[in-house]
């Protein structure tokens, strides 16, 4: 699609005179901007009264980004509905679990289940296709923005209610799926059934995990519809929306990125150094493997000052420079951020921007230059035409919401079962070991990989659990960490011992899970904590014991050989550093290495048949690498190791 890098964010011109936009277009032009996002949040300046448009801005601004020879991705503004609509509809206002309806005066106060949110998004989303479909500055579609909303009240059980009643047909049905007999929750009649709101003590898990499929597919219908309409308006301009990573657990990222032309990505790492690299780097793998190893976005990053409920992080500019060549290493098209000019006022008004409150003679804005500039000579790293694969990885961990909503359920054994914190650790410990990753969902195909890791995968259906036995029968390594396989995709325990559902390809069983408060030692050495298992070995043998406490002598890592593949489990939470150490030895045998690491990165990023290696040192100390081929930004050849000092980055051609 692309044939330079894109680069710029998001642009909200309503906020500003014309004589401002006049500006704007000059420091754009001066930081090599060719692509801002415009229309988020517009609603109230485009439709000011219900069916009453106000184009004509629009016009304007998107006139003069075209003759300055900038492209837009053009949002529809649905994400904040405008305060009329809200008086209009209140039955489409968003209720909490609490029961409390909110009211205007922040975004995303919409209901999704409600016609007549819908109704109004349609209706803007047709306007905006027709009149802008073939707009020469259009170069993408975003659909709303980071949809997350999930509702409950009245609106949201009637749609729930049809939800159910498709899936289980009648109620006899999910009165056994959800087990209803436990504390007399048998239900009679559909209309004693209700989305989870706040009860009086635990929910029912089936019916919560229901209720986030429900709740998901509910978004994803809301943006199918407009990507329908714009699909259907303009022809040939991919449509996306951006997810927020990673941290978001609303949706199911898998069936968007399904729905959309293109995936596209928020990212706001929230730990300063190499630990915010290790976040960019989960984030860009995770897109890159949610776009099925095809090329993706970023759609939002910060500039400086990142945004966290205590303190904002600062970042610097060359931590903003590789950061984006990180995203951009692993497939994103260019680097946008949120947002370009920092607002008078407003809910967010000292969120970083590309041309700060300080204006045009600051460091943040020459790290606006200074990273056009650089992005402007990467055009190769463009990929013109069909786009291609990006990498080739050996190594998969298996990343699925269920998952994430399972182990977020009240009543578990251990109220801080960390789905999101387990997958982020095993990511990290590869990161930093210099192994390239890839995400997977449980309904594709494992085959292609080396290595399978599964953490924390609490429900797995049979088809699932099958799956991932032939993978191992045929030669497949699969390291699988603790209570993964303990329900089907019900949330209802498998019999015969917790991790039922993979017991026999991990030759174990479960009798009891313990968990720990405090540290734990094993008898190679490592420490855990939080979490421990009673198992019983079925075929699998000892890799390394509990040592002490009450499971002293007993099993907590074992391997176990099933048909031509080997099967480890992991029964507790190893500290960061035994973590890595058990996956590179299971990498080894599998004679996977790592490149660099310990926050020296090497990238390698496919674009058509053409190869490059992207290095990037995110420590105070200068590093070596060994890379082959040109250097894009300076023309040298490297044939070997080339040593990067602290804080830099090298681009380099095969
Ligand atoms: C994103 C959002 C932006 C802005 C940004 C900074 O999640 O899409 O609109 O709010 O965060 O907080």
Redesign the pocket.
């Known amino acids: 699609m692309a044939s330079e890098l894109l680069y710029g964010g998001?642009y909200n011109p309503e906020q500003y005179s014309p004589a401002v936009w006049a500006e704007d277009v000059r420091l754009m032009k001066a930081a090599r901007v060719n692509t801002v996002t415009v229309g988020?949040?517009a609603w109230s300046s485009l439709e000011p009264n219900e069916g009453v448009f106000t184009f004509d801005w629009l016009d304007d601004v998107l006139d003069l980004l075209h003759v300055n020879g900038i492209g837009v991705i053009l949002a529809t503004p649905t994400?904040s509905p405008p305060p009329w609509f809200s008086l209009a509809h209140p039955e489409a206002l968003p209720v909490t679990a609490d029961g409390v309806r909110l009211l205007h005066g922040s975004?995303d106060t919409y209901n999704p289940a409600a016609e007549a949110y819908r109704h109004a998004a349609r209706r803007i989303a047709t306007e905006m296709g027709r009149r802008y479909g073939t707009h020469p500055a259009l170069r993408m579609w975003h659909v709303h923005?980071?949809y997350g909303t999930v509702s409950f009240g009245p609106v949201v059980d009637a749609e729930f209610r049809l939800w159910l009643e498709r899936k289980y047909g009648a109620l006899p049905r999910l009165n056994d799926v959800w087990n209803t007999a436990f504390w007399s929750q048998r239900y009679g009649r559909w209309a004693e059934v209700f989305a989870p709101q706040a009860t009086q003590y635990l929910g029912n898990p089936a019916q919560l995990l229901d209720f986030r499929r429900f709740a998901a597919e509910l978004l994803l219908t809301a943006f199918a519809e407009q990507a329908d309409i714009l699909r259907s308006l303009s022809s040939g301009i991919p449509v996306t929306t951006?997810f927020?990573l990673p941290t978001w657990l609303h949706y199911d990222q898998w069936a968007f990125a399904e729905a959309e032309d293109l995936v596209s990505i928020?990212d706001?790492p929230s730990e300063p150094g190499v630990d915010g690299h290790a976040q960019a780097a989960f984030s860009g793998d995770l897109a890159r493997s949610l776009a099925g190893n095809r090329p993706w976005l970023l759609?939002?990053q910060?500039t400086n000052l990142i945004?966290r409920s205590d303190a904002m992080l600062v970042r610097s500019t060359q931590d903003m420079i590789r950061s984006s060549l990180q995203y951009i290493a692993r497939g994103s098209l260019g680097a946008l951020f949120?947002?370009w000019r920092a607002p008078r006022t407003g809910?967010?008004v000292f969120?970083s921007s590309m041309v700060p409150h300080s204006g045009e003679d600051t460091d943040q804005f020459r790290g606006t230059v200074q990273l056009g500039e650089l992005l402007a000579g990467l055009s190769e790293l463009a990929p013109e035409g069909p786009p291609g694969p990006v990498a080739e990885n050996r190594v998969a961990i298996l990343w699925y919401p269920e998952a994430w909503w399972a182990a977020d359920t009240r009543g578990l054994p251990r109220a801080d079962l960390d789905y999101s914190g387990l997958v982020h650790q095993v990511h990290r410990a590869l990161w930093l070991a210099g192994v390239g990753v890839d995400f997977i969902h449980p309904d594709q195909d494992l085959t292609g990989y080396d290595v399978v890791l599964l953490p924390l995968a609490i429900p797995l259906s049979d088809t699932q659990a099958g799956a991932v036995e032939d993978y191992v029968g045929s030669g497949g390594r699969l390291v699988a960490w603790y209570f993964s396989g303990t329900t089907d995709e019900n949330f209802s325990v498998v019999p015969a011992g917790y991790g039922g559902q993979l017991a026999r390809v991990l030759g174990i069983r479960v009798q009891m899970v313990h968990p720990v408060d405090g540290v734990l030692t094993l008898t190679d050495g490592s420490t855990a904590g939080r979490w421990s298992e009673h198992l019983d070995l079925r075929g699998a043998e000892t890799v390394a014991g509990y040592s002490g406490g009450t499971l002293d002598g007993k099993p907590a890592l074992t391997r176990h050989s099933f048909g031509r593949g080997t099967a480890h489990y992991v029964s507790t939470h190893l500290d960061d550093d035994a973590l890595r150490g058990h996956l590179v030895a299971v990498l080894a045998d599998a004679g996977i290495s790592g490149r660099a690491g310990d926050g020296l990165e090497v990238i390698d990023r496919r674009v058509g048949d053409t190869r490059f290696s992207i290095a990037l040192n995110h420590t105070d100390a200068p590093g070596t690498v060994a890379v082959y081929g040109t250097d894009l930004v300076t023309g040298h050849s490297h044939a070997g190791p080339a040593v990067i000092p602290a804080g830099g980055y090298l681009i380099v051609r095969a």
């Open positions: 998001d988020v949040f994400a975004r923005n980071e951006n927020m928020d706001y759609m939002e910060a945004y949120f947002q809910a967010e969120h």
